[in-house]
């Protein structure tokens, strides 16, 4: 890269394309100071190159925001975000994928930020361009269906967050199909929504399904596998089905330590899940205490 400014100069387009991928590459990697650097650096160059709500412009601050986001500095990144739709929106139109996907990481910086009522507006106008351009079936529009309704949820809207999500699984169950990875997760979350507010029985009969599609599909030792038969588990702790969920939980462990040995996942996924077989292990521990004390 410093061969290429040399030859080329800074603010030659081979050299900003080459920065750019060294960042994404930096901030894949975890680097990202160093990655907000060279995104930082692109964009002033691109400002002063192209103009202010040039394509490549308005990109290269997209990406300055997410590094942004990343850090945690989620009020920067809204400034750049709420530049960034407003330039797409004038530039190329209120319809393109590009303003789109700006809205949709805007609404994500506004949760961050604690502000839901506003990430519901953003969202529910990206829903509605989806809705108007693909029509309700698209899983475009399904996904915008679901990221919606985990943002009502957040406004304390729970009733109709709820109703919003079931929409959504019945929308994926008809076009992507009940075993569809994506289908399967929805359903997750939605019984995990379900134990959130006391609905244990309800939930309980969607893990069994949700846990019984992955075991066919993905193999009873798959991550998502696993971590559905402990959200199960859970189900049955709040059913007061104590014995049941001990033995869930313990299964769970031992299904964990066999997918650790069978060495397919990356090393940073490897030590996430260390750690969550680590609490497992302390969560048998807690039922082993309270079925004992119960005796």
Not at 10 to 38: I, K, M, N, V, W
Not at 43 to 60: C, D
Not at 83 to 110: D, K
Not at 213 to 228: M, Q
């Amino acid at each position: 890269m410093s061969l290429q400014i040399s030859a080329l100069g800074e603010a030659h387009p081979d050299t900003l394309r080459t920065c750019e991928d060294f960042a994404y590459l930096l901030q894949s990697l975890g680097e990202l100071p160093r990655a907000l650097a060279l995104r930082e650096q692109v964009s002033m160059i691109r400002k002063q190159t192209t103009g202010q709500r040039h394509p490549l412009t308005l990109q290269a601050m997209f990406e300055q925001a997410s590094c942004l986001g990343a850090l945690g500095r989620f009020s920067e990144a809204r400034v750049l975000l709420e530049e960034v739709s407003e330039g797409y929106g004038v530039m190329l139109g209120r319809e393109t994928g590009r303003f789109v996907e700006t809205l949709q990481a805007l609404g994500t910086i506004l949760i961050q930020l604690g502000e839901p009522l506003r990430a519901r507006t953003v969202h529910e106008q990206v829903l509605d361009i989806l809705t108007k351009k693909y029509g309700p079936k698209d899983e475009r529009t399904i996904a915008a269906t679901v990221a919606l309704a985990s943002v009502i949820w957040s406004c304390g809207q729970e009733t109709e967050g709820l109703a919003m999500e079931m929409k959504a699984m019945e929308l994926q169950q008809e076009v992507l199909g009940p075993k569809h990875p994506t289908t399967l997760q929805t359903m997750h979350n939605h019984a995990v929504t379900l134990q959130s507010i006391g609905r244990y029985s309800v939930s309980l009969g969607l893990l069994k399904e949700v846990h019984a599609a992955r075991k066919e599909v993905l193999g009873e030792a798959h991550p998502h596998t696993i971590t559905s038969l402990y959200s199960l588990a859970v189900s049955l702790e709040g059913l007061g089905m104590n014995a049941e969920a001990l033995k869930t939980v313990e299964e769970v462990v031992s299904l964990g330590e066999k997918s650790l040995s069978l060495g397919e996942m990356s090393e940073d996924e490897l030590t996430e899940y260390q750690d969550a077989l680590d609490s497992m292990r302390k969560e048998v521990h807690l039922f082993e205490e309270k079925i004992g004390s119960m005796k």
